[in-house]
């Protein structure tokens, strides 16, 4: 459906002579970005405003997406899929946290910190099945996913040493860092068992 209302959305704007009628492939492929990840962003604040969690989703998305794009992970073969395993991801984690007793919580930020940055250091960057990179930006983006790993830690290190800091705070995104690590996982084992066809997730 996105890539129908992506494609006549480029459609027209070609009419309008905005760019080249042979340009509607590339335009249709950004306009399906665009509203995939609208309405990702919309179903996370709805669900971060009826559970009075805006900040959290914000820190959330803060560490998930630099270490998915720079780490890679999971890929749904359609953009619906895309959305919902995404918000169904973050309300799990915002429902664990919630229900989580508070002498949970530093516990939980530390494992979140040590499993995502080993999942990090052995797997990253996955590649997408159609979009080979070449050994230069591999190498590119595992130093990059690395640096995001190692200020994760340095996050929650602070958490430790400075009590007053509000720790559901680090633990929204810490989880963001988790979640993100764990679709590289499933990411991991779809290439290996089987592949998708590419999409945006």
């Known amino acids: 459906m ?39 962003g919309l179903g996370l604040l709805i669900i971060s405003i009826l559970m009075n969690i805006v900040l959290g989703a914000a820190l959330f998305v803060l560490a998930f997406i630099p270490i998915r794009l720079a780490a890679g992970g999971y890929h749904a073969k359609h953009h619906w899929s895309c959305c919902l395993a995404i918000n169904i991801t973050f309300l799990s984690f915002a429902l664990l946290l919630r229900y989580m007793s508070d002498s949970l919580l530093l516990p ?46 340095i996050v929650a290190l602070i958490c430790y040493l400075i009590p007053a800091l509000p720790i559901i705070c680090a633990a929204h995104y810490l989880s963001g860092a988790l979640a993100a690590s764990l679709s590289m996982v499933a990411a991991v084992i779809t290439i290996k068992y089987g592949s998708t066809d590419s999409s945006s997730s």
């Open 2 to 40: 996105i890539a129908k209302i992506a494609k006549k959305t480029a459609t027209y704007f070609a009419r309008k002579n905005i760019f080249k009628h042979e340009d509607i492939p590339t335009y249709s492929y950004g306009f399906e970005l665009l509203f995939s990840t609208f309405i990702n």
């Open 108 to 153: 939980y930020i530390f494992f979140a910190i040590i499993v995502s940055s080993v999942i990090i250091w052995r797997f990253s960057p996955v590649e997408a099945v159609n979009k080979p990179a070449s050994e230069a930006k591999r190498k590119r983006l595992r130093e990059r996913s690395i640096l995001i790993a190692s200020i994760n830690m």
